[in-house]
């Protein structure tokens, strides 16, 4: 079955450095496209950055500069690596395969708080 298992989380200061990274297993991961999302408390789910299976990637605005997405197909792993962190980043960022045979799967989340 399909699992996407992430870890790299927990506390940064402000303009510190975290790397998450997402293992996955029960798919084709090569040709699958990858996303990581966030959910910060009392706000919806949002997206944080997605990479195609040839490498292209998708930021969204209040990340863009700060946060790089990237794959290595050899690990079947999806990374992201995350710079300049705000208190506003604070969330739990999640790991997503999107349309693995027409189902979206996501891993169980991992808590980023950043905080002095």
């Known amino acids: 079955q399909v699992q996407l298992v992430e870890s790299g989380g927990g506390l940064a200061q402000p303009g510190g450095s975290l790397r998450l990274s997402c293992a996955a297993s029960?798919?084709?991961?090569?040709?699958?496209?990858m996303g990581w999302y966030r959910q910060a408390p009392g706000k919806q789910r949002e997206l944080v950055a997605t990479i195609s299976s040839n490498g292209n990637t998708n930021y969204a605005d209040s990340v863009k500069g700060r946060f790089t997405i990237s794959r290595d197909n050899a690990k079947n792993t999806v990374y992201l690596q995350m710079n300049g962190l705000k208190p506003e980043d604070t969330a739990v960022y999640y790991c997503n395969a999107p349309k693995v045979r027409t189902i979206d799967y996501w891993g169980q989340g991992t808590q980023v708080t950043v905080s002095s």
């Open positions: 029960g798919f084709f991961f090569s040709i699958n496209a």
